[in-house]
């Protein structure tokens, strides 16, 4: 599998809410996450955070997408009820699993 498919195929497993226990295969031990509103410093952190107020009735549409040899870039149109806006996810890898996550976007409309 690419780094491109494991990256999509992290977004599919995360946007449908459902068997977020399959995230622990796509990712590193010492996976962390960054974006601005939460940080993990763990997998199980981050897996059991979304197991326990599991992503509902999100959706996305990838706009455009890019790869190197250790990331993959993907900006996707991010919509739930009431907001939509643009999103960009850095996917980061070693050892053929995605290692690090930063999340960029305005969370303006999060907060209102």
Request: proline share 5%; hydrophobic share 35%.
């Amino acid at each position: 599998m690419t780094r491109l498919n494991l990256a999509k195929q992290f977004l599919d497993i995360f946007y449908s809410g459902k068997n977020l226990d399959d995230l622990y295969r796509l990712v590193t031990d010492n996976f962390s996450f960054y974006g601005p509103l939460y940080q993990y410093n763990s997998a199980q952190a981050y897996i059991e955070a979304l197991k326990n107020d599991p992503p509902n009735d999100l959706h996305y549409f990838i706009l455009q997408e890019y790869e190197n040899q250790t990331s993959v870039c993907l900006i996707y149109q991010f919509s739930k009820p009431g907001i939509q806006l643009p999103m960009t996810q850095l996917f980061e890898f070693q050892e053929e699993k995605i290692s690090k996550i930063t999340l960029i976007f305005d969370p303006t409309e999060f907060r209102k």
